[in-house]
């Protein structure tokens, strides 16, 4: 009941943050669109923490629209305890942000790390093993239970080389496209908001709940 309640809170926080850098036309339809998905059930039901992430994520894009860059590549810091989009966060705020903001994902990076010693190696040992089976975890997910593309190669052509090289392909060209767009005279809260989609549909897995991060583009 407890992580329910956290989510939802989160979300409600996220919404309105996102609503700071930009409000909707329909608020009231942007409400029931996000919490009458399936994205918003399944982090329910499974105790997921994407909503804590989106809040994250919402809160470095307020904080990098008003020019607190620093204050931004620190929220950015904490997708550490989700290590599969903070390369992708990592990086964008790095070329954006400069070596200030890089400096400030680093720092709160390694000072979540640092708050996990009283809990000995053991914790670090369960967290880098599921990291480096991320390949192999992903062969073993369902298609139809992800929202990435590799599920949609997956669903089409099965686990194989056909597949690993469509999935290339396409992250070759998303990437290419991305930076194309960001490149581009962007508000930083346009920026994230377009880093957010890739970083969720080009992961190796990334089930329904995941797709509540999607509630930032």
Not at 39 to 64: D, E, K, P, R, T
Not at 136 to 148: D, F, M, P, V
Not at 189 to 202: H, M, N
Request: aromatic residues 10%; positive net charge; charged residues 10%.
């Amino acid at each position: 009941a407890l992580v329910c309640v956290i989510q939802v809170a989160a979300t409600v926080f996220a919404l309105f943050l996102l609503f700071r850098i930009r409000k909707p036309v329909e608020l009231r339809l942007a409400f029931v669109g996000v919490f009458g998905s399936a994205a918003m059930c399944h982090v329910i039901v499974s105790g997921q923490n994407s909503a804590v992430l989106a809040l994250v994520i919402a809160a470095a894009g307020v904080c990098w629209a008003s020019g607190r860059v620093a204050l931004a590549g620190a929220c950015i810091g904490l997708l550490a305890c989700k290590p599969n989009w903070l390369p992708v966060f990592g990086a964008f705020v790095l070329w954006r942000g400069g070596l200030r903001a890089g400096a400030a994902t680093v720092l709160t990076a390694a000072a979540l790390a640092l708050s996990t010693y009283p809990m000995g190696a053991g914790v670090w040992q369960d967290f880098l093993g599921m990291t480096l089976r991320a390949g192999e975890i992903s062969t073993g997910y369902s298609a139809y239970k992800e929202i990435t593309l590799l599920a949609l190669f997956k669903s089409v052509f099965g686990w194989g080389f056909l597949t690993k090289s469509a999935w290339m392909l396409c992250l070759g060209v998303l990437t290419a496209l991305v930076i194309r767009a960001i490149r581009d005279a962007r508000s930083p809260g346009r920026s994230l908001a377009l880093i957010t989609l890739p970083a969720v549909v080009a992961n190796p897995y990334a089930s329904f709940s995941g797709g509540l991060l999607l509630i930032v583009p």
